[in-house]
């Protein structure tokens, strides 16, 4: 069965520093992607990647894949309150028309001046 | 507005019950899944429907189902409701079984069972 593990559970940063996320996964995945959600709010993609060595930024968010290590990053450069949220790793398992979303623990980012 | 409806976003209901949450999956998409979001168990995959059939499930209890329509909505029935069923309902739409652009989530619905 397919597990996803991220860590840090808990991530309490200041304004202006970087730091980064990190997602292991236990079996081989056709595609890896992360989430952002606001407390009591839905799920907003923030990235899809396909590939091994994909790399995505957006704004201070940039995530990497590397599919040979089942690893996945999501680095945070200087960080701003407005990126506090939960941020989820997920990945899929498809066969045919079939797909499974496994989602990770979920790291809590909190920013504080 | 991702462009996935689900209704209702709130449902207060007793123990023993049965309720049914329904989604609108965004337009064109063929995929529908069910997802439950806890404090301790966190998001669970439930099952996908794909152009009105059952395709892939995961950790569906027996007292849950659910179906998709010609239409393409999809309803999820909760039946003898207990406490631990308290959570955060999410639904997901996809354009196909392999969703290179990801998979677009609703607002969800909130469950509270007493």
């Known amino acids: 069965e397919l597990k996803v593990e991220q860590n840090p559970l808990f991530l309490s940063m200041q304004e202006g520093k970087n730091y980064t996320i990190y997602c292991n996964y236990s079996t081989t995945s056709d595609r890896l992607y992360w989430y952002r959600q606001d407390p009591g709010k839905s799920l907003e993609s923030l990235f899809v990647?396909?590939?091994?060595?994909a790399v995505k930024q957006e704004g201070r968010l940039m995530a990497s894949l590397d599919t040979k290590a089942r690893l996945s990053t999501l680095h945070i450069t200087a960080a701003v309150h407005d990126l506090s949220a939960t941020y989820f790793c997920?990945?899929?398992?498809?066969?045919?028309?079939?797909?499974?979303?496994?989602f990770g623990t979920g790291t809590r980012l909190q920013v504080t001046l | 507005d991702s462009g996935v409806t689900q209704t209702p976003k709130h449902l207060i209901t007793a123990t023993g019950q049965r309720v049914t949450l329904r989604c609108s999956p965004r337009s064109g998409d063929l995929s529908v899944y069910w997802y439950q979001q806890s404090l301790d168990q966190g998001l669970q995959f439930l099952i996908q429907y794909y152009n009105g059939e059952e395709r892939a499930k995961g950790n569906i209890l027996e007292r849950f189902s659910a179906q998709q329509f010609p239409d393409l909505h999809s309803e999820l029935n909760l039946s003898s409701l207990e406490l631990g069923d308290s959570a955060l309902y999410f639904c997901?739409?996809?354009?196909?079984?392999?969703?290179?652009?990801?998979?677009?989530f609703g607002s969800g619905t909130r469950l509270t069972v007493v």
């Open positions: 997901a739409s996809s354009g196909s079984g392999s969703p290179n652009y990801g998979y677009t």
């Open positions: 997920a990945v899929t398992t498809i066969t045919g028309t079939a797909s499974k979303l496994t």
């Open positions: 990647l396909l590939s091994n060595g």
